[in-house]
């Protein structure tokens, strides 16, 4: 694939780490792509970070943003989505820094009809803490660091490593559980057609989930992207749970159903803005 690729990173008042994460893009090997940040309302000190980025990142940056009312990460993305312009669309959150091969890889493993899930490394947060204060370059971190930081700084070294899995990949097409979009790549057309993410999902949990189920109904398949595009994602306390109970009642109505297309989706922010 040499079409752009449009990574969407996802935050909230977090610049500190959104820092991390832009200077991991701005390694990047594979040049030919855009970063598009889907902001759910964040303040100043995350805008005075975006506009640092804009001028030293080597590629296009753009900023999505919304007021913020509670937690609204699938409205935030959708927006993203609509300002971006690639064919292919990467979404990584803003406390998942990436290596610097990870478009790269994303872009080798790009395929029609299959959606590609990819994980992460868990950091500790004395070393997330570490890492963000004095600035420690982890996008740079080899096999050998990250082992010297397990146990303890890292809870496991697997996503570190690069194989050619080939036909393994594709071994569970129709599993939705475990991908999650702090790492998670799908073609702009597919979004398109199931209408992008579901902003029916207002407070924290399962958005990705029923991003993953609506593909799968769609008939887009499941790739693995383990072995290949892991990233490094900062600790960070819990969110709110308070609405999980609600998203997973919508959810297993998703799950029960053969449904595409979002209730909220792109289509709805589209509308909206027409009028105004």
């Known amino acids: 694939m040499s079409d752009l690729v449009s990574v969407v990173v996802s935050t909230f008042d977090r610049p500190d780490a959104l820092g991390a994460v832009l200077r991991g893009l701005s390694r990047q090997t594979d040049r030919g792509f855009e970063v598009v940040i889907a902001d759910d309302g964040s303040g100043a000190a995350t805008l005075d970070v975006i506009a640092e980025w804009k001028v ?3 590629v296009p940056l753009a900023h999505a943003w919304h007021e913020h009312q509670g937690f609204r990460a699938a409205e935030a993305r959708n927006r993203a989505i609509l300002a971006s312009r690639g064919s292919y669309c990467v979404f ?4 998942c820094i990436p290596r610097p091969d ?5 872009r080798s493993l790009a395929q029609e009809g299959w959606f590609v899930a990819g994980n992460r490394i868990l950091l500790s947060r004395g070393l997330t803490e570490r ?19 397990w146990p303890g700084g890292v809870n496991r070294l697997a996503p570190a490593l690069v194989l050619p899995l080939g036909p393994l990949r594709k071994t569970a ?4 559980e475990g991908a999650r979009t702090c790492n998670l790549a799908v073609a702009r057309a597919d979004l398109d057609r199931i209408d992008g993410f579901d902003a029916a999902y207002n407070g924290w949990g399962l958005e990705d989930s029923d991003l993953a189920i609506r593909l ?11 072995f290949a595009t892991g990233v490094l994602h900062l600790w960070h ?40």
Not at 102 to 106: C, I, S, T
Not at 173 to 176: A, F, I, T
């Open 56 to 58: 030293r990142l080597p």
């Open 92 to 95: 990584l959150d803003g406390d």
């Open 102 to 106: 990870f478009v790269a890889q994303h």
């Open 131 to 149: 890492v963000l204060s004095d600035g420690i370059e982890a996008e740079n971190w080899g096999l050998l660091a990250l082992v010297a930081r």
């Open 173 to 176: 097409p129709s599993q939705w």
């Open 216 to 226: 799968i109904h769609a008939g887009v398949k499941r790739k693995d992207g383990r």
């Open 237 to 276: 306390p819990e969110s709110d749970r308070a609405r999980l109970g609600d998203n997973r009642a919508r959810l297993d109505e998703v799950i029960a159903s053969d449904r595409t297309r979002a209730l909220r989706g792109l289509s709805t922010l589209v509308a909206a803005d027409a009028h105004g």
